[in-house]
Structures are given as structure tokens and as C-alpha cells.
């Protein structure tokens, strides 16, 4: 949802005490003007929306046009929300706070990067001291709350490391000197680099400016670089992410995958480019397989939403690589990603412990893309223990462009899946039960809380003073 600020240039101007404005107005207002935007979005996370209005008062002051406040997201607050900009016909959006750096298709964005405290020296020492071979080839990647302080970095270290490369950020931000500008760079989760030339990414090491936190953690699960360090508690530590539980557990779901007969694509993002593709794929690889699959659209999923449609086996979800459904244990079913399809279904594919979180990489072009093989040898499920047919599940892809004839009850059902399980279920929602019950006016229907409506004989009683 959008809400309209209105300009008082004269009671809500205000100015940072410390002469450093956290959230750039100005650099926001010099933006707006030259790209000559007319309507535009503000975004901000939960936690910076009592800044928001401020701001907004702020902005329109400097660019003397409307301000709009988007107040809720439709996926996540690191995902820009083109889709709820559009309700006011936006023609640009301004990101504040923390941002995963997809790129996105519909209109212009603006990232004012949050900035987070942090002593250079500190960091630069304790870099050297790590690595004191400096002929080593090395990748130097950092969260974008410390964006701000590459530049004095790479200063600093550029002339000691002859093989050290600095990534920059995919977007347009308050930050120029770390902005994309380059077009023909490696571009890999919001980050992009140039290697050598002769060079690979598994040539180098890789180090990363902040905790291992999400971020960070998708940065190493799909970049294969030899090893990875991060700065932590003003340290430097090396970080081993897939030797942990989560990559078995990721195996084990695709497994379940394999044994799925209905898969839902859950499309958890409207924004994210070439979103439409992955989804063409992903249903192409499993119609292939003889697997049916249902496209479903939700918004911000969760558990409760998920558990709506018992008939689907596991669902693929499309969305930013840094959201944390991945990582739960709560929902019904499995929860599995673009790559791991392919993991499961493309035997051009091979298995890596390497994860391509980011689902562009695998689509043609892509860093990671391969081109699709299926397999029509049986196997042997590792969960069940059961022997898989390719062929199991033909009869039920073969009728989906097919009507069934209609049952006793009047329903016609399109083939089998979902369908079918709906037929077998005690309830069936809302029915229109045609030629059972008869024809009669409308009535008023029941009010009041659940637990005692007014209409019921309860609380008839009650209202009579009858005990």
C-alpha cells in the first residue's frame, strides 16, 4: 500500500546533527532530477519506518514533486517492490536499508546504502597479516553497509596486492565509487568482478567485509572460489559452509524431490528479472519428467499458506537468494530451489557441493547454465527404496489436456493430481450442491464472534434472560 506526503517545507525540514545525513536526501533529490522522475516510491525495511515520513517531507522539499511511502512489502524488504509501485504508476523507486542487488526490469532504482561503523586500519592490518603472500589471487567482497569505506580500503591495499580484485555492486547507489560500470563484468548475487584473463574463479581466494550471515553464506555456496574468509568480531576467520548439516539436509530434499509426483512453482517474487523464464524452465524439465506441476502465486509465503495444498508433494519456490525459507525446518512440505531441479532431473548436471542460489545462472547465458538431459533409466528411490519409472506418472500427465466425464456429484475434473486428491477429500470447501436443495430467498447470515453467535439458541437464550 502507498501513502501521499504533502510538502511543509518550513516545519519538517530537518538536518542531522552530526553533518552526515544517513539517508542522502540530496544525493536522492540530484538522482531523481536526472533521470526527470515525476512520481516516486520510497522503501524501507521495518525497522526504518519511523523514519519514513521525515524523509519523504524531506525529499519532496528538495525536488518539489510527490513523494510516495511504500508501506507494506509483497515478498521481502531486500527484494525492490516494483509490483506495489506500480498502484501509483511510479516511474522510480528508492530502496533504503539492506538489499540483495537483483536487478529488476520495469523501472529505475536507487539504492541509499545503510553504513555500518568500521575501523580501516583495523581491517587492512589484519588483511596483511592473513595474507602475507601477496602474489596470492584474491577476491575481495563485502556487505554493502560497508560500502562506503572500500575506496580508503582498496587504497590501501591495491598497492601491496598486485593479484588482488575489488567486486562492485550491480546497482545505482549513493555510493558511486562500489557501483557497477561495466557492463560486460561477471555479475553473480548483486556483485561483480573481472578476473584475469587465463583465470577462473576456483584460481582464487575470497574474502568477504562482515559476518557470516546470509549474505555470506550464499556468496560461498555459489561462488567456488579455493577458499573463503570473512572479518568477524575484528578478526579474520576462514569459513567452511558446506561442511556443514545444511548440504546433507539440501541432498536428502532432492531425493524427496525425485519421489514427488505433484509439484507446486511457487512464484514468491514479481520483480526479480527474467523470473518468467526459470518458471517456463522449471516446468518444462518436470513436464519432461512426467511430473505434474501447479504454478501458484501467494506473496509472502509461509507455513500456513504452504499447508493449504496437501495434494502437492514439494514445492520449487522462485525467489531472492537471500530468503530464509530455504533454511526452515516448519513447512509441511519440502521447499526446493530452480537449481536443485535441475540436480534432481538433469543428468547433464553433475552434483557439486557448490550451490547456485542465484537462478539466473542457471537459465542460457548464465554462469552455470547447462543444457537439459532427461533420463529415462529407471532408479531406486532412496527414501522408499522403491524402484522409479520414468514412466509412472504418464498416464496422469497424458490427460491433463483431457475432460473427465462428469461424476454423480456434477463435478468435472481435468485429468488426475490435484484434482483427484479434491474428490477423495471429506471437505471440499464452498459447494453449490445444483438441483439438491431448494430455491428460497436470501437470509441474513450469522454475526458476531465465533465462539457465540447472536443467532445461535445459546445466546437467544441469554438475550431473554433465560437460563
Known sequence: MTSEMTVKTT???????????????????????ACNLNKVCLQFPDNLL???????????????????????TSYGSCCVDEIAAQHVHADGIIHFGHACLNPTVRVPVFHV??????????????????????????????DI???????????????????????????????EFTDTKDSSSIVTLGRTFNLEEGYKVEDYEAFFLGSGGKTFVTLTTTIPAKKWYCFENNSIVEFEALNTPWLKRRRFLIEKLKD???IGIVAATLGIKDYLKIITTVKNILKQKNKKSYILSMGKIN???????????????????????????EFLKPILTPYEVELAFNDSREFSIQYCMDFRQILPGGTNYVEFKASMDSDISLITGEIRSHNENALCTDKMNALAIADSTGVVAIGKAGAEFLQSRSWKGVEQRLGKDSVHAAEIGRCGLPSCYENECVSIEKNNGCT
Do not use: M
Not at 587492512?124 to 597479516?129: A, D, G
Not at 587504497?155 to 562492485?168: A, G, H, M, Q, T
Open 260 to 262: 514427488a509426483k505433484v
Open 50 to 72: 519511523t523514519d519514513s515520513v521525515e524523509v519523504a517531507l524531506r525529499l519532496e522539499s528538495r525536488v518539489n514533486k510527490k513523494v510516495y511511502i511504500l508501506g507494506d
Open 145 to 175: 553497509a560497508y560500502a562506503y569505506k572500500i575506496e580508503s580500503i582498496q587504497k590501501i591495499l591495491c598497492p601491496v596486492y598486485e593479484n588482488l580484485i575489488f567486486s562492485s555492486l550491480n546497482c545505482t547507489s549513493n555510493v
Open 303 to 329: 507455513p500456513a499458506k504452504l499447508a493449504n495444498f496437501p495434494e502437492i508433494d514439494a514445492f520449487v519456490v522462485i525467489t531472492c537468494p537471500e530468503n530464509e525459507v530455504f533454511d526452515s525446518r
Open 113 to 142: 546504502l545503510p553504513k555500518k561503523d568500521i575501523d580501516v586500519t583495523e581491517v587492512t592490518s589484519q588483511f596483511k597479516s592473513t595474507f602475507e603472500d601477496t602474489s596470492k589471487r584474491i577476491l575481495f567482497f563485502y
Open 11 to 33: 516545519k519538517h525540514e530537518v538536518n542531522n546533527a552530526l553533518g552526515d545525513d544517513p539517508y542522502d536526501v540530496e544525493k536522492c533529490g540530484k538522482w531523481i532530477d
